[in-house]
């Protein structure tokens, strides 16, 4: 936990509410987002219960499982999802853009927009990511077969999950981490992954403390869990009876007709407040004002998501069951690469967030004292223009002489530091010699230099383009991380198995459904 997050918590607790540590909101929102609120059957492996569904407050469309131990309902209730989420997916793949690249020599196209899933919690997305596993590897023919929508649904959930674990990705987000993303509470990080209690501290009912609504909230019999599990008490008192008298009364229609309308109505009782909480989530986040680089994240999100739609109407296969050694290295990288990019454009877009990198001596804020911006350096071969300005700030400045810092007012500058000298008034001057973001003459355009009285702020941390790592290809990749294997003599007889993470799916669908 950071210094000023823990005192914002700090400071929550003794004013009895949320406070807020973003003065923007750090991801996107879509118009129509589609919310899920999955219910998850105790006892079993991931194995569905019901899901509350829809793109808008008054859409929400209720799916069950009447007996969840039962494979056949749930890969029905799978292809019941896939009727919801499937056309929501596909309703976007109507307009494209042209977005240039090759440095505007070529263009390519993607989707204007993107899809995007809001469920409660993080829980929430390890639910998706494991019933998209259990789905994407089913045949619609064979043994066990299944509807046509229900493997095509696996693939795209599977997809959204692995969207979720790239920072700074909206195409699959857990309400609870979008808000604590922008508010601290008075209570632990445990306790800000249940949503009642969240949305008490941040938005509590008049005449409420955040506390006294967080503890509300604690109470199942008012604020239901926001899933995917279940509160104990509801399981064994209403749940488990309504489910056998489903299951008792197979031989009478009328019977089961009653049983499965009173599952039904249990089961919206337990969701709908979960659902109601959603949308006010939606609403809060909505009246952030969105962070200057959320939409190049989302662009990256468009991007992903047309070429996973490409990949899918080419006839590719689903993805595997684990990465290969190298393509696991690659993956790695890549997130880490986004991490860096996410953390450096998030303190570029929120002073809040930049105040952290203040406290650690990485970034500080001055005003601009002296500024020569017709300074040529001609000790080189050509001359070229070299700004100087000369900063006054009352932080401590800890980079030292010949560091490069940036400014998020100008991030295509770059600013060398030549002096750093501190004053006995506990003031510390700053030379600072600018090149970048200038042109190419020897003569800076208007506003391309800071001028006297303006107030900056100068960082170490870069929101330049980072390159990729250089990995090796799979002919020159050793057979012991995922590389080709050596040549061997022809064995008599058929081949012992298969290729590992084919994704046959032929077995019971108990193999794959945990």
């Known amino acids: ?67 969840p131990r039962n494979r056949q309902q749930r890969f029905a209730f799978a292809a019941e999802l896939a009727g919801v989420v499937l056309p929501y997916l596909d309703s976007f793949r109507s ?3 042209a977005v240039p690249t090759d440095r505007g020599r070529d263009v390519r196209h993607r989707y204007v927009d993107a899809p995007q899933l809001l469920v409660p919690n993080p829980a929430g997305v390890t639910f998706l990511r494991l019933f998209g596993r259990s789905t994407r590897f089913r045949r619609p023919d064979g043994d066990y077969p299944v509807h046509p929508s229900v493997p095509l649904l696996g693939r795209w959930l599977t997809f959204f999950a692995e969207r979720a674990e790239y920072p700074g990705s909206a195409a699959l987000l857990a309400m609870t981490e979008a808000l604590t993303l922008h508010w601290a509470t008075g209570q632990s990080a445990v306790e800000d992954l249940h949503l009642p209690a969240l949305l008490g501290w941040i938005d509590p009912p008049a005449g409420l403390t955040g506390a006294a609504a967080a503890a509300r909230a604690e109470d199942p019999t008012v604020c239901p869990p926001a899933g995917p599990a279940t509160d104990p008490d509801f399981d064994n008192r209403r749940l488990a009876p309504a489910i056998a008298a489903y299951a008792d009364a197979e031989a009478d229609p009328v019977a089961r007709a009653a049983a499965y309308a009173e599952l039904e109505r249990l089961l919206r009782d337990q969701l709908a407040p979960t659902w109601e909480l959603m949308w006010r989530g939606v609403g809060l986040l909505r009246a952030l004002p969105p962070g200057a680089r959320v939409a190049g994240r989302w662009d990256g999100d468009k991007d992903a998501f047309t070429g996973y739609a490409e990949h899918v109407d080419a006839g590719g296969g689903p993805q595997p069951r684990r990465d290969g050694a190298v393509a696991a290295a690659v993956r790695l990288h890549r997130l880490e690469r986004v991490l860096t990019s996410y953390a450096v454009q998030r303190a570029y877009d929120d002073p809040l967030v930049m105040a952290e990198h203040r406290l ?45 810092l940036w400014s998020p007012a100008r991030p295509a500058q770059k600013a060398r530091v030549v002096f750093v000298t501190p004053g006995a008034d506990g003031k510390t001057e700053v030379v600072l010699e600018l090149s970048g973001g200038m042109g190419r003459g020897l003569t800076a355009p208007p506003g391309t230099v800071p001028e006297v009285g303006e107030r900056l702020c100068f960082t170490t941390l870069s929101d330049a383009f980072l390159p990729a790592g250089n990995f090796p290809p799979p002919e020159e990749t050793p057979w012991t991380h995922g590389g080709p294997p050596a040549a061997a003599p022809a064995a008599d007889g058929p081949a012992a198995e298969a290729k590992g993470g084919s994704g046959s799916g032929d077995g019971d669908p108990a193999e794959e459904w945990a």
């Open 360 to 404: 650690t001596g990485e970034a500080f804020v001055g005003d601009v004292a002296l500024a020569d911006p017709k300074r040529v350096d001609d000790t080189g071969k050509r001359p070229v223009l070299r700004p100087r300005i000369q900063l006054v700030t009352t932080e401590s400045v800890l980079v030292p002489v010949g560091a490069t």
């Open 95 to 97: 307009v494209t853009e």
């Open 1 to 67: 936990m950071s210094t000023l997050r823990a005192l914002a918590k700090a400071q929550a607790l003794a004013a009895g509410v949320a406070q807020p540590v973003a003065t923007v909101r750090h991801l996107h929102l879509s118009e129509r987002p589609l919310v899920l609120v999955p219910l998850a059957m105790a006892g079993e492996a991931n194995a569905p219960l019901a899901a509350l569904v829809g793109a808008a407050p008054d859409e929400a469309r209720l799916l069950i499982v009447p007996q």
